[in-house]
């Protein structure tokens, strides 16, 4: 055995020596290269995204006053016209623009640039084709493409910030009429004629998004061609983990929906440089004066296409996170995931159904009655597959003999997670509710729930996962219980008042929190003398906090973690087989599958689980009922 | 005239079987001529009413393109992995266009 | 270890990883060009009458650029049926064709069809003024036959100042033929051959112009759209027309011999994104320049 691995090392090393630095590590068409690539720039994009957010809550909580300690910094990067003195003369105020943008573009990084490129694109990289038994994907330059279109969207995303008047600020959704018109300076439009219309931030943002978008469809076409084509001899279908179905589905959502948003960016584009008017309808007003354009579009256009693509990009931030937790919740309760065939299906019908409810995002826009009452039912239609989802994992759990480690401990908080936030979208299924609660702080949290203490708490537990399959190293047990209670603790610190809030009827724009309002000031901020803004932007400023020790235990694990062998978890699936990290081509030998993914504590077996490449042998017990 | 050099020639690239399909190419860009010439002249024939004309030259059209899928594209002999592709993506581009036309003319009348 | 089945296919699949590949990528393209149709269907209805113009481009050039595109996909499939019966001076030959049919097309569209546009111009004339330019316009004599009016004059702008001169109080335009003599029955339906500018010479005060524009994307809904959708769909035939340059490359006769059948599969993979660009543009024709 011990000459076979150091064969195996020496052959592996003499591959290696044909690669330089920049085809191995910058370069590379690894997948799992590419994946960890994908991994570390979108968890940077999560956390830059995230202090966005942060900063926007001393805005709120303290409108009007500066910054402390890093105002007159904050000054320097973004310029004296995005950032004020308060009334003493400190410098650290941001302005309503600047506000904006930050909103914008929290939104567009946490979405595009964050939780996609993690729990999509990095996890289905590394993984997907371990737990297929595949040596790579089926493209490996056209994933390389992938990671650097994405690279380069986000380089674009980040330019916009220093573009003359600031990153764009019309929020993620870019909603037309607004999105057209804002940000070109007319002076350095002026000066520059072709520069001006394209360095702003909402035609930046046009540009990044089409590199999002492209990079999105080129990983998607390879996950799906990896599935169907390069599955090990024996990984039939029903023998798939449930992360590579969660996977197949959502690189499905990604190459078909997002095409609609490309179609609607070229649109917002041209209406942007060329002068056209497909969102902007005939004899539109602005700054007190008909503009000067040929007229004739329409801003629902925008909408239509737009949330064709949203909705649906909903399921690809949450099916990859409910993939991992499948896995999580599986492996460390020691016990097949309960139901599985009918998660798969829910998981089908889930992704299908996506894409005919997008309406339900534009209740306030005069729809008719016909087709409210279409989206309506489609979108409590959409909540069933949701539920047998959440109820088949929590099942999982029914008399498991359950491992609490730091991953089981994120996959365990998700499931109450991702339950208050998917129940709390049903009022929001309809019209009627939807008129009130639409825009509020309410529709915030509900969806929060779901991507943050749902998707990242899940991103959380896949790097805890198969952490020591990357490096061959464990993450530290006692940090990592740290950074589950406290950022379990803050984020419902932020996300449970808001409910509340929206409730009392306070907007999601508000740039001063609602300080300006009278009625929102008794009531959003007076009430019971309790200061629900102050208590949100501490929790999350607790929740930056929080993130350090996973920070350093990250880093300090990759040198110094306890080393691990090929399958520290006792884990049931194809990637435990390989080593850990697994060389470029991945197995020793093209690896066979026998059977399902999910044989944990079959009774009358030696070990309480049983790989998936391990043959059934005529001794061993097969049928387990007859035994007995 | 190098072409004569192939190691990998067998049974499945026999020469008379392309043949017959190289016959039925043409036969197929001969129709597609013709039917360009038919669109054209049908746009000068009034049918009715606009929404006629646009139907017929969208028939005309649809029939083109179906000709270039099924015989071009080898859409007649396709394994079902892809025609399953085609029908998930054909519906929702039905849906996309019939959801949004039902908006456009579903609005709420004041 | 190698990835299996870029060359065979996988038993049971039946495909190799290059189709699966470009169907899923033209799966994706279907939904582009379904939400750019989807928007010219909502402009269109939404264009409020008169406001949707007819017979402004050139059909023959449109129709001889369908006959080119439709015989480049004719000659990629032969080009691909060649290599498969192993005839590679055939394969070269087609392919050749299909490139210059590819940059024929690119080239009449931006040497001539787009160019041509840019230099024509057009007015809108506002609802109440429109009664005034009656003798261009001849929308009693329209409304009698029950065809749809017309609220634009077109033609070449005669006093180009007059688009940046604030002090130019009137546009003077020499007519297109319909404008000239709106009432002639010929002009009730556009013309197959183009008529070309009249010598008539119409003046149209600022004051009544609701918007007067060349013939760029700014002009309305209809060059918008026009614009987007030939413009994306000409990057398409840019791009179609780089692979088959590469294909001729000497890069391509060297993995011709050691192994055609890989070829074969680029050629095949290649050549269904082509056909998918003149499936596209089946569409755009008639949609664009005949309706």
């Known amino acids: 055995m011990a000459q076979q691995t150091a064969h195996e090392a020496a052959h592996h090393e003499h591959h290696h020596e044909e690669l330089g630095f920049w085809r191995k590590y910058v370069f590379s068409t690894d997948h799992k290269v590419i994946g960890i690539q994908y991994g570390i720039t979108g968890l940077i994009f999560l956390f830059f995204g ?140 002026a000066a520059h004629p072709v520069l001006g219309l394209i360095f702003n931030g909402q035609s930046m943002w046009i540009l990044g998004m089409v590199f999002l978008i492209t990079s999105s469809l080129l990983g998607s076409v390879n996950f799906i061609t990896t599935i169907i084509q390069l599955r090990a001899p024996g990984m039939t279908w029903m023998r798939l983990p449930f992360f590579v179905w969660a996977q197949l589905v959502t690189s499905f959502l990604l190459l078909l929906a997002f095409p609609p948003l490309e179609a609607a960016s070229i649109f917002q584009l041209m209406d942007r440089v060329a002068g056209t008017s497909f969102f902007l309808p005939s004899g539109l007003i602005v700054n007190g004066a008909q503009i000067h354009i040929s007229g004739g579009g329409s801003p629902l256009l925008w909408q239509h296409l737009f949330w064709f693509l949203a909705h649906p990009e909903v399921y690809v931030l949450i ?90 401990c994120f996959a365990t908080a998700f499931l109450p997670m991702f339950g208050i936030g998917g129940l709390t979208g049903i009022p929001l299924a309809f019209n009627a509710l939807d008129l009130y609660l639409h825009d509020t702080y309410y529709v915030i949290a509900h969806f929060h729930y779901i991507v943050a203490p749902g998707t990242i708490f ?133 690896p066979e599958v026998h059977r399902g993914p999910y044989e944990y504590s079959v009774p009358g077996a030696a070990q309480d689980f049983i790989p998936q490449s391990e043959p059934t042998s005529p001794t061993a017990p097969a049928a387990p009922a007859l035994a007995h | 005239m190098n072409e004569t050099h192939d190691p990998q020639h067998d049974a499945a690239h026999d020469p008379a079987h392309f043949n017959k399909h190289v016959r039925g190419y043409l036969v197929v860009g001969g129709a597609l001529f013709a039917c360009t010439a038919l669109t054209v002249a049908l746009s000068y024939v009034d049918f009715g009413s606009r929404e006629a004309n646009i139907i017929v030259a969208m028939i005309v059209a649809t029939v083109k393109a179906g000709l270039v899928a099924a015989i071009f594209m080898h859409l007649l002999s396709e394994r079902w992995t892809i025609y399953r592709f085609l029908l998930l993506t054909v519906f929702f581009v039905i849906g996309l266009f019939l959801l949004t036309l039902l908006a456009y003319h579903n609005p709420i009348r004041m | 270890m190698e990835i299996p089945y870029t060359l065979t296919a996988r038993p049971d699949t039946g495909l190799y990883n290059a189709k699966i590949g470009i169907w899923l990528f033209l799966a994706s393209e279907v939904m582009l060009f379904g939400g750019l149709f989807s928007g010219y269907v909502f402009m269109r209805l939404g264009s409020e009458p008169g406001y949707w113009p007819h017979g402004l481009l050139n059909v023959p050039v449109g129709t001889m650029n369908t006959f080119i595109l439709i015989a480049s996909s004719v000659t990629v499939v032969l080009a691909w049926a060649s290599l498969k019966m192993r005839q590679f001076t055939q394969y070269k030959i087609f392919m050749a064709m299909t490139i210059l049919c590819g940059a024929i097309f690119l080239i009449v569209k931006l040497t001539y069809e787009y160019p041509q546009k840019f230099q024509h111009f057009g007015v809108y004339i506002k609802k109440d003024a429109l009664v005034k330019y009656e003798d261009y316009l001849g929308n009693n004599y329209l409304k009698a036959k029950n065809l749809s009016p017309r609220v634009e004059i077109t033609g070449h702008l005669h006093n180009k100042e007059a688009l940046t001169d604030p002090n130019v109080k009137e546009y003077e335009i020499a007519l297109d033929e319909v404008n000239a003599e709106p009432t002639n029955p010929q002009s009730d339906r556009p013309h197959f051959w183009p008529k070309p500018v009249t010598e008539k010479i119409a003046t149209i005060e600022k004051s009544d112009v609701q918007y007067a524009s060349v013939f760029a994307p700014r002009h309305s809904s209809y060059f918008a759209i026009y614009f987007t959708i030939t413009g994306l769909h000409g990057l398409h035939v840019l791009g179609g027309v780089l692979v088959f340059i590469y294909f001729m490359l000497p890069v391509s006769t060297r993995l011709y011999r050691q192994n055609p059948e890989h070829l074969a599969n680029r050629v095949e993979v290649a050549g269904l994104f082509w056909h998918f660009v003149d499936l596209v543009w089946i569409f755009v024709f008639p949609l664009f320049y005949l309706l």
């Open chain 1, 50 to 189: 995230f202090t966005l957010m942060m900063l926007m809550r001393w805005q709120l909580a303290f409108p009007g006053q500066a910054l402390p300690g890093i105002g007159g910094l904050f000054q320097k990067i973004f310029g004296d016209k995005m950032v004020l003195p308060d009334v003493n003369g400190h410098p650290g105020v941001m302005t309503s623009e600047l506000y904006n943008s930050f909103g914008a573009m929290h939104g567009t990084i946490m979405v595009f640039l964050g939780i996609v490129p993690t729990a999509f694109a990095a996890f289905g990289n590394y993984v997907v084709p371990l737990q297929i038994g595949a040596p790579d994907m089926t493209f490996p330059k056209i994933n390389m493409a992938s990671y650097w279109s994405f690279f380069l969207g986000g380089v674009v995303m980040l330019a916009s910030f220093f573009c003359p008047g600031g990153a764009a600020k019309s929020g993620w959704t870019s909603y037309s009429p607004l999105a057209n018109i804002t940000d070109q300076v007319p002076e350095f439009v």
């Open chain 1, 458 to 590: 899940a991103i959380f537990a896949g790097v805890y996962h198969w952490f020591p399959k990357a490096t061959g190293r464990m993450m530290n047990q006692f940090l990592g219980r740290l950074h589950f209670w406290a950022s379990f603790l803050f984020i419902n610190g932020i996300f449970l008042p808001m409910f509340l809030q929206g409730m009392l009827g306070m907007h999601r724009r508000w740039y001063d929190g609602g300080a300006s309002y009278d009625i929102s000031k008794a009531i959003v901020w007076g009430l019971s003398g309790f200061d629900w803004n102050k208590v949100i932007s501490i929790s999350a400023w607790g929740l930056g906090l929080a993130q350090l020790p996973f920070i350093f235990n990250f880093f300090s694990s990759i040198w110094y973690g306890k080393a691990v062998g090929r399958n520290p978890w006792d884990a049931t699936t194809l990637e435990w087989l390989a080593p850990s990290p697994p060389p470029h081509g991945n197995f020793d030998h093209a």
């Open chain 1, 319 to 408: 099916l990859p996170g409910i993939g991992i937790i499948g896995e999580v919740v599986a492996n460390n309760t020691r016990k097949p995931l309960w139901g599985y065939k009918a998660m798969v299906f829910a998981i089908f019908v889930l992704g299908f159904l996506s894409f005919i409810v997008w309406a339900h995002h534009m209740y306030l826009t005069g729809m008719g009655a016909a087709v409210s009452a279409f989206f309506q039912t489609t979108t409590i239609m959409i909540s069933v597959p949701s539920v047998i989802l959440l109820t088949a994992l929590i099942l999982s759990l029914w008399g498991g003999s359950i491992r609490f480690t730091t991953p089981m």
